[in-house]
């Protein structure tokens, strides 16, 4: 979703995303092609999207410093494990996983 904006809000091609997220061309483009990132479908999340939103602005402004973008994803990552936002892939791929009693994401 970061790389979307970036791409899509921001202007900045393929390659000058990837650059700024320290990752490949070539995976920016399955980013933005649905072929990575999608096991878990968090667009139209609100807090998901204002993070995302915060994330990319933080990073194109050039004052972001390492330790601020990883506690920024570590925060939204936490509401989308306490929101119980990953039961669906669980379920996938774990379908003996009782989920009734599940407290893995309550950690």
Sequence with gaps: MIVRR?????GMTQLQAARLLGI?????SKYMHNKRG???????IAHV???????????VSGRAQEVQVLSKL???SMRVRR???????HRR???ELN????RICEA
């Design 83 to 89: 929101g119980k936002l990953m039961c669906n892939l």
């Design 38 to 44: 999608i096991a878990i479908n968090l667009k139209g």
């Design 24 to 28: 490949t061309q070539p995976a920016v």
């Design 74 to 76: 570590n925060e939204v």
């Design 49 to 59: 999207d204002e993070a995302t939103d915060r994330i990319a602005a933080l990073l």
């Design 6 to 10: 970036l791409v899509d809000k921001y």
């Design 93 to 95: 791929l774990e379908p």
């Design 99 to 102: 989920l009734g009693g599940c």
